[in-house]
C-alpha cells in the first residue's frame, strides 16, 4: 500500500522559513517524480515545484523562484521543500504528489500523479 505524507507545516511570519517533507513509502522503485502543490480556498490546486526521480532536474513556479528549493534525500526516500522568505500570498494547504512513471514534461499537470499526501497547512501572517 502506498503511502505519502507530508509534514512541517505552520504558522510563520512574513519573510519567515519553514522546510515541508514528504515522505513515500510502497512504491514500485525508490526513483519517483515528486510535485508539491497548494490550494486554497475556492482555488484550483497550483503547481509549485518539482524534482525528477534522480533529482537532476528541479522546476518551480514563478512565483516562487528564487525563495524555494526542493531537494531529495534517497537514504530516507524523502523530498523536501525548503520555503524562505514567505508572504501572505504563500498561505495555503501545501500538498506533495510522486509518481513513479511520470513523464518530466508533465510535472506540472496534477492529473498525471497517482499518489497524494494528505496536505499540511502553511499560513504566513503578522
Known amino acids: 500500500q502506498v503511502q505519502v505524507v507530508e509534514s512541517g507545516g505552520g504558522s510563520v511570519q512574513p519573510g519567515g522559513s519553514l522546510r515541508l517533507s514528504c515522505t513515500a513509502s510502497?512504491?514500485?522503485?525508490?526513483?519517483?517524480?515528486m510535485g508539491w502543490y497548494r490550494q486554497t480556498p475556492g482555488k484550483e490546486r497550483e503547481f509549485v515545484a518539482a524534482i525528477s526521480r534522480n533529482g537532476g532536474n528541479s522546476d518551480y513556479a514563478d512565483s516562487v523562484k528564487g525563495r524555494f528549493t526542493i531537494s531529495k534525500d534517497n537514504r530516507q526516500n524523502a523530498r523536501y521543500l525548503q520555503m524562505n522568505n514567505l508572504n501572505a500570498e504563500d498561505t495555503a494547504i501545501y500538498y506533495c504528489a510522486v509518481d513513479v512513471g511520470l513523464i518530466w514534461g508533465l510535472r506540472a499537470m496534477p492529473q498525471h500523479y497517482d499518489y497524494w499526501g494528505q496536505g499540511t497547512q502553511v499560513t504566513v501572517s503578522s
Open positions: 510502497g512504491l514500485s522503485s525508490r526513483f519517483f517524480t
